[in-house]
């Protein structure tokens, strides 16, 4: 062969190396974006269910709430009056993202609030009052245009605030306690129809046990909730090991006042199973003067790709080696510097499964920082040991919660949040269930606990190990709701409440 033959050919193999390289992620995607369903059907007429897709259970009624406030308090009173003629339990839905049936009353009434929605800011911008049915991603423009942002609140902003305070949720702010910290007072709606304020000097008792209560004391009607100054912040990255990863978050967050939000992402591949992480931290700097001031509040660029790239890892190890990959490029994607509140507002649903035939399922756990390593070994043990489809493992920082009754972060601790995909059948989700067990069992053995949201699948026994106050926590529920009127399918299971017929 010719010294110009041989030079051709490595010409052609130069040339063609970027289309090799393009053309793998690039035919990956495409098949992901060909079996990329449409959003997943309503639930059939006369039927409720969550996001799992798998807490389907007949309902007598789904009642939307009127968006106006007298008459929202007249239909939920007529509404609790009819209840109790006809004995039925009312369960309060929103965005219905938890998913072991805690918005639904099997046989009962479902509460929608989503339509109740209005909020106003005080004089100084401190404090915004806010319909339970509001979600996030309205009310973050709301704050924004008024230098403003929230103060707690989940990742997503796809959620409304009744549910969040319900739940009690918690994200990527540093060095907060979860969202019931920030909540100056609600008003609630109870069981005898009687509209009561709650506070922590006002109702005392009651406002620890409806914040993160699941909607067993009653109805929360608005909150008032602390905010804070929206802000520019500047992104740094590490890569760690993951059994390293206490240690280099503190090194990077211990003393640092300007870091505002941080959150580490762990590898999933099958490769290195859990054995690396990406931390990520957002610290606070100069925003330009006015007029540029911050920039305007959009969503983060190219959602979907991003979804594409999340749900090409579903059951794909090259699609999770993608995403590994390409974490940092796609974070970056669209510039290095972010106003809080442009990095709150992203919808879940650039992200969920729309997939008929499977689900998306989180679990989440909390442990002490000093226990992270250890249990980390464990669920890289137990995940593959049943087979289990991990597509996402977030960590996160989460103060000591001193202010609910059913509390789960009774320490500082780490969250870990784990998304699992597997198939809507019984024998799936049962197969899932003996894995949680054991997860759970890992984190209790760690000094930690798990996450009450999710899909009910631990025992009797774990949930009291878990939540020692958990029969105190339903005594006090019977106290002020005797008739037991407001009930789920959560409290059913563990609580001991009626399954009404």
Partial sequence: MTARRILRWVLVVVAALPLVAIGRPALHLWRVARGDHVAPAAPAPGTADDVSRMSTAAVAEVVPVPAESAAAERVLAELLARARRERLGVAIAGAR??????????????????????MALNADGTVLTVGAGARWTAILPFLDARGRSVAVMQSFSSF??????????????FGRPPVASTVRAIRLLRADGSIIRCSPTENAELFR??????????????AELETVPNELYRREERRVRADAFAAAFDSLTRDSPDVALAYGRVRVTRRRFLQDAIITVMRRVAA???P????ALEPLPSPRL?????????????????RWNAERWLTRFGGSTFSRNRLLHIGVEDYESHAPDSTDVLQEYFVPPDSLARFLARVRDIVPRHGADLINLTIRDVRR???TFLAFARGDVFALVLDFVHARTAAADSAIAAMTRELIDAALAAG??????????ATDEQLRRAYPMADEFFRLKRRYDPEERFTNMFYVRYGGGRARR
Avoid: E, W
């Fill in 448 to 457: 930690g606990t798990y996450y009450l949201p999710y899909r009910l699948q």
């Fill in 209 to 222: 046990l409806v914040l993160g209560g699941y909607g067993l004391f009653g109805v929360i009607l608005d």
């Fill in 160 to 173: 409304t605030v009744g549910g969040t305070l319900s739940v009690n949720a918690h994200g990527q702010q």
């Fill in 401 to 403: 919660d001193t202010i």
């Fill in 97 to 118: 993202h938890s998913m072991g049936g805690h918005t639904i009353a099997p046989r009962g009434i479902v509460l929608d609030m989503r339509p109740y929605a209005g």
């Fill in 306 to 322: 991003r979804r594409l790239v999340f749900r090409g890892s579903a059951g794909n190890d090259y699609g999770k080696r993608l």
């Fill in 292 to 295: 540029a001031g911050l920039p």
């Fill in 288 to 290: 330009p003067p006015p």
